[in-house]
Structures are given as structure tokens and as C-alpha cells.
């Protein structure tokens, strides 16, 4: 399995700047692509950014790209958000996630529909908030 653990966030006046990370350990040779998504209050969890194994970067939309840039150390075990610009309606819980392969050892031996849970990890979340 693998555990990923996020840390930076915080409060920033609108148009500051704010770095967030997220450490990735365990089965990371699995990990087929890792990113970022967040929960804005009233509304549904979206993607932010991702990176793939492959090094491509993909943002969820022009909201974003631009602003914000995802990269990775040269370790392969740690994924950085910065976000500039900040503006109030970027405040949210910020989750970081990994799209893993199917290497866990139980994931053909479990019941077809409990695979899924081997095929993803999440972190606990970490707040950003933009005051005006």
C-alpha cells in the first residue's frame, strides 16, 4: 500500500503564494501517476493537477494552469503544489492522491469488487485558506 501525507497548507492574503507537499511512502514503484485535488465548501471534490510516472503534467483547467505548478523531487517520492495568485475561492481542503497500479499482492485475490480500493491512495487533507 501506499500512504501519502500532505503539509503546507495555511492562511494567505488573496495574491500571496503558498507551497504545498505531499510525501509518498510505502509500494511507490506502483504509483502510476500522483496529484492534487481539492474540496471547495458546497461543492464537489475536482482535480487540481497531476503528474504521471512519465513526467506529464496535466491541470484540470485554465482556473488553474497558470498559477499553480505541480513537480516532483528527484527522489520520485515527494509531489509540490505551488499555488500564486491566490485568489478567495481557491480556498479549500487540498487532498493528495496516486493512481497505483495493480501490484498489491492481494488485488487478484480480492473480490472483484473490492479491488478498486488497491487501485488509489489518499492523504488526510491539508486547508488552504485565501482571505480578501
Known amino acids: 500500500q501506499v500512504q501519502l501525507v500532505e503539509s503546507g497548507g495555511g492562511t494567505v492574503q488573496a495574491g500571496g503564494s503558498l507551497r504545498l507537499s505531499c510525501a509518498a511512502s510505502?509500494?511507490?514503484?506502483?504509483?502510476?501517476?500522483i496529484g492534487w485535488y481539492r474540496q471547495i465548501p458546497g461543492r464537489q471534490r475536482e482535480l487540481v493537477a497531476a503528474?504521471?510516472?512519465?513526467?506529464?503534467?496535466?491541470y484540470a483547467d485554465s482556473t488553474v494552469k497558470g498559477r499553480f505548478i505541480i513537480s516532483r523531487d528527484s527522489a520520485q517520492n515527494t509531489v509540490y503544489l505551488e499555488m500564486n495568485s491566490l485568489k478567495p475561492e481557491d480556498t479549500a481542503v487540498y487532498y493528495c492522491?496516486?493512481?497505483?497500479?495493480?501490484?498489491?499482492?492481494?488485488?487478484?485475490?480480492?473480490?472483484?469488487?473490492?479491488?478498486?480500493?488497491?487501485?488509489?491512495?489518499w492523504g488526510q487533507g491539508t486547508l488552504v485558506t485565501v482571505t480578501s
Open positions: 510505502g509500494n511507490t514503484f506502483s504509483i502510476n501517476a
Open positions: 492522491h496516486a493512481d497505483l497500479l495493480p501490484t498489491h499482492p492481494d488485488y487478484y485475490s480480492s473480490d472483484y469488487d473490492d479491488r478498486h480500493k488497491y487501485l488509489e491512495a
Open positions: 503528474v504521471s510516472a512519465e513526467e506529464e503534467i496535466h
